[in-house]
């Protein structure tokens, strides 16, 4: 503010009243309740010293911007402990309140001009809502904070600085939200993404800070959803299975993620159930589909339109087929056993 008044006295006289007058409105605007009488101090050009106007003008300072910050802290604060309670309404109505405060202080939309402390205070909202809606498992709120906190991760880390931001959980999170959607396509996209900023953040002498590539490698939140990945990929469902009920899950909120992973993996198994299989025994079936009893087999059965007979499951897409197709089936099995003794020997000759 020092170099603000230092250029009020290069101003003529007679117009400081009304750049001051100016300077009120401005502040007015962030400050609904300032209020200021100029008739004692710019009423005319000759009405006070600059000095003395300067002096009655330095309530116009923002200390609104300060007032703001500690309002969000405090809001903040409080929304921690909910989410130690577990009391995710709450926190989420914190939440809000927290967001109103960014949008007065235009920080909600991240930008080099607000300053890093609003910005790390906004980053930190936008992360305690995403994990409020993975807790509540609100899946769509997730996705829509995790796009308004992309632009923060992507700002300048000259600006901004990742320490002590939830990036790489967030974003960990987000890959097994895609893995379990099937977007093989943008679990990829993502990655690659995460790739090029480490190297960029290498490139400016960042990887010291724990945000460079070889970092990413070693990150539990970022390497889980990769390795689950890649056991899919391989169809090593059971691997999946295993890392979902172990001390592999980084947190309590992939764990949520992993339920939803694994009722996907269990969807894809008995949709190929349906069609390879006339029928299967209910114990295998429990293993077949990572269920923990008979009973959930049974549930899981009828969910699926499924007949259960003398302890077995009946597909009704492959009922009406009748007992030929079981002869249709040998036949078709001998025909691929045929041909793949012909490839192997058509390959032995070429070598």
Not at 38 to 47: C, E, K, L, R, W
Not at 277 to 298: R, T
Not at 322 to 343: D, F, P, R, W
Request: hydrophobic share 40%.
């Amino acid at each position: 503010m020092g170099a603000g008044w230092s250029a009020l006295r290069t101003f003529p006289t007679e117009h400081r009243p009304w750049l001051l007058r100016r300077v009120y409105a401005l502040f007015r605007n962030h400050t609904p309740d300032l209020k200021y009488n100029f008739s004692t101090s710019v009423q005319g050009t000759s009405a006070k010293p600059l000095e003395t106007t300067l002096k009655d003008v330095s309530v116009l300072q923002p200390e609104s911007f300060n007032m703001s910050e500690r309002e969000l802290q405090s809001l903040l604060s409080q929304t921690h402990q909910r989410l130690k309670s577990r009391d995710y309404r709450s926190a989420l109505e914190h939440l809000t309140r927290a967001k109103l405060v960014l949008l007065s202080l235009n920080a909600l939309v991240p930008s080099t001009s607000v300053a890093a402390s609003t910005l790390l205070l906004a980053r930190e909202t936008l992360e305690l809502a995403a994990l409020v809606s993975i807790r509540m498992q609100d899946y769509d709120g997730f996705t829509r904070y995790f796009s308004q906190l992309k632009p923060f991760y992507d700002l300048p880390r000259a600006h901004l600085s990742l320490e002590g931001s939830n990036r790489n959980k967030i974003v960990g999170l987000y890959l097994l939200l895609l893995l379990s959607q099937g977007d093989y396509a943008g679990f990829h996209t993502l990655l690659e993404s995460l790739e090029l900023s480490s190297e960029g953040g290498a490139a400016e002498g960042l990887g010291s800070s724990g945000h460079g590539a070889a970092s990413m490698d070693r990150d539990a939140f970022i390497q889980y959803p990769i390795t689950l990945e890649r056991w899919l990929m391989e169809g090593s469902y059971d691997r999946v299975w295993s890392a979902t009920k172990s001390e592999q899950v980084p947190s309590e909120e992939y764990g949520i993620f992993s339920e939803v992973l694994v009722g996907t993996i269990r969807s894809e198994i008995a949709s190929c159930s349906e069609k390879a299989y006339l029928s299967l025994p209910i114990s295998n079936a429990k293993n077949l589909l990572f269920l923990d009893s008979e009973g959930s087999v049974v549930e899981f059965a009828q969910s699926r339109g499924w007949s259960i007979q003398d302890g077995r499951i009946y597909f009704p897409a492959q009922q009406h087929r009748g007992v030929g197709s079981e002869k249709e089936m040998l036949l078709a099995s001998g025909q691929v056993i045929e041909n793949t003794i012909g490839y192997a020997r058509e390959l032995e000759t070429i070598v």
